[in-house]
Nanobody
């Protein structure tokens, strides 16, 4: 099971930007489809974005399309989430996750390895 460590969370005003990083321990990082998910207090976990093994294919939740960008650097075993034009409703703990296979589907139940999460707080 791949170990994942997120970083880059913090507090920002609405309209600001943050870049999250997720470092993986696995040398075969490029075998994994990677995803970002988030969970706000009192709410269910929500899908954010996912990226295929090469980085050529990405999918996004409608709520973040046009504002967030997922990318990966397989040489650094790292996946990123660039978040622009942040809104207060983006406030949540953000988790990265990994899954084997080929299908890039934003479904949390398909992901087997999870990081501990990083807090993102957006104030109005």
């Amino acid at each position: 099971q791949v170990q994942l460590v997120e970083s880059g969370g913090g507090s920002v005003q609405a309209g600001g930007s943050l870049r999250l990083s997720c470092a993986a321990s696995e040398r075969t990082f490029s075998n994994y489809i990677m995803g970002w998910f988030r969970q706000a207090p009192g709410k269910e976990r929500e899908s954010v974005a996912a990226i295929n093994r090469s980085g050529a294919m990405t999918v996004y939740a409608d709520s973040v399309k046009g504002r967030f960008t997922i990318s990966r650097d397989n040489a650094k075993n790292t996946v990123y989430l660039q978040m622009n034009n942040l809104k207060p409703e983006d406030t949540a703990v953000y988790y990265c996750a990994a899954k084997l296979g080929a299908a890039v589907i934003l479904r949390a139940a398909d992901f087997r390895s999870w990081g501990q999460g990083t807090q993102v707080t957006v104030s109005s």
